[in-house]
Structure formats: structure tokens, C-alpha cells
């Protein structure tokens, strides 16, 4: 079965560092994969994804993912993190079949320290 | 914004009763997804639908039901509401299936 896991439930990051939230999945065949933020009361809102090509993704608000298909990771990036980057990131992979339903990890709280 | 709208925003009710949530797509978009966001279990799938016909149905509980209707608009109907019903509910479109989903901003329901 296709699952997606975020092994950590918080990340502190000082405004201006580098960020990095973690995401790995298990999935047959290859993977759709997927970032989407939550800030409070909001909806998710689409990062990026990776479908296939290069290695390194370029989404919105100046986050990027890198995939790596023998680690099974797909962790997001951003070289400066800004306090109004804090929120909740879902980490997500796109079933296979016939369902196209989307399988989403825990989240990850991100909290940007000015 | 996403485009995606959903109502009502928020919803408080009593055990026991039935709900109806509502959700318009992006302009365009054919297929719409249900999602079920507690505290307990994340996010998980309910249900799919494509131009009007199910798709595909995930965790959805028997007592929950749904439809998209010719304008492609869709709603999703909670009924003998529990406790554990409390939740939000989202709402994601795509043009087509298996293209990324694009969210509503939910329905936050509280069952008391």
C-alpha cells in the first residue's frame, strides 16, 4: 500500500536559516508526490509536486523539494525561512489505480522564531 | 484563494442530525474530492467524484453520503451526526482525475 510518512510532528527554524521539512514514502511503481501548506484556519494550498524529471522541485513561495528515489525521500526546502512561513505542511502521494485519491502524511508544524 | 468554495464555513450541531455540506469547483474542473481532517486521523479520502459519476470511495462511514450534480457542483451529506463527527471537511478539485488537487478552505463541523 502506498503511505507517506513526516517523522517529525514540529520543526523550529531561526528566521533567515534554512529550512527543511522531512518526508518519506513507500509507494509500487513511481511516485506522484505532493507539498501543501495549511496556516491556520485556510485550507491546503498547493507547494509543488514531482512527477517525474529532474530531481530538484521549484514551487510556490520560494520552496523547492528535492525526490530521491534509493533514500525514498522527498524532502521540502527553503534556503531563508521567514516567520510568515510558519505553518502546517502536508506531505502527500497520489494512489495508484484507479482512484487517483491522494494519501497525506501527519504534517509537520513549522515554526519560524524572528 | 483556490478557487474551490465551500458552505457553509462552519457548522454546529447535535448529535443525531443530519448536515449538508456544499462545494462549487474551479471553473472547469470535473472532479471533485472528499476529505475528512481530525485531530485523531489527519486527513483522510471520503470520497470521489468525476462529471457527476463516484469515482472512487475511501473511509467514508455508511451514514455519509454524497453527489455531484450536472452543474458540478457537489455536496456531501452527514446524517445520525456522533461526537466523532466533528471535523473539517474539505473539498479539492481537479480538471481531470489523477491531476493535482486544488482545495476549498473547508467546513469546520462541531457535533455537540
Known amino acids: 500500500a502506498q503511505s507517506v510518512a513526516q517523522p517529525e510532528d514540529q520543526v523550529n527554524v531561526a528566521e533567515g536559516n534554512p529550512l527543511t521539512v522531512k518526508c518519506t514514502y513507500s509507494?509500487?511503481?513511481?511516485?506522484?508526490l505532493f507539498w501543501y501548506v495549511q496556516y491556520p484556519n485556510r485550507g491546503l494550498q498547493f507547494l509543488l509536486k514531482y512527477i517525474t524529471g529532474d530531481n530538484l522541485v521549484k514551487g510556490s513561495y520560494g520552496f523547492e523539494a528535492e525526490f530521491n528515489k534509493s533514500q525514498t525521500s522527498f524532502h521540502l526546502k527553503k534556503p531563508s525561512a521567514l516567520v510568515s512561513d510558519s505553518a502546517l505542511y502536508f506531505c502527500?502521494?497520489?494512489?495508484?489505480?484507479?482512484?487517483?485519491?491522494?494519501?497525506f502524511g501527519t504534517g509537520t508544524r513549522l515554526k519560524v522564531l524572528a | 484563494d483556490s478557487g474551490v468554495t465551500q458552505t457553509p464555513k462552519h457548522l454546529i450541531t447535535a448529535t443525531g442530525q443530519r448536515v449538508t455540506l456544499r462545494c462549487s469547483p474551479r471553473s472547469g474542473d470535473l472532479s471533485v474530492y472528499w476529505y475528512q481532517q481530525s485531530l485523531d486521523q489527519g486527513l483522510q479520502f471520503l470520497i470521489q467524484?468525476?462529471?457527476?459519476?463516484?469515482?472512487a470511495k475511501g473511509n467514508i462511514l455508511e451514514r455519509f453520503s454524497a453527489q455531484q450534480f450536472p452543474d458540478l457542483h457537489s455536496e456531501l451529506n452527514l446524517s445520525s451526526l456522533e461526537l466523532g463527527d466533528s471535523a473539517l471537511y474539505f473539498c479539492a478539485s481537479s480538471p481531470s482525475v489523477g491531476e493535482t488537487q486544488y482545495f476549498g478552505p473547508g467546513t469546520r463541523l462541531l457535533v455537540l
Open positions: 467524484y468525476y462529471n457527476g459519476e463516484e469515482r
Open positions: 502527500a502521494v497520489r494512489d495508484i489505480g484507479g482512484t487517483y485519491k491522494y494519501i
Open positions: 509507494v509500487s511503481g513511481n511516485p506522484y
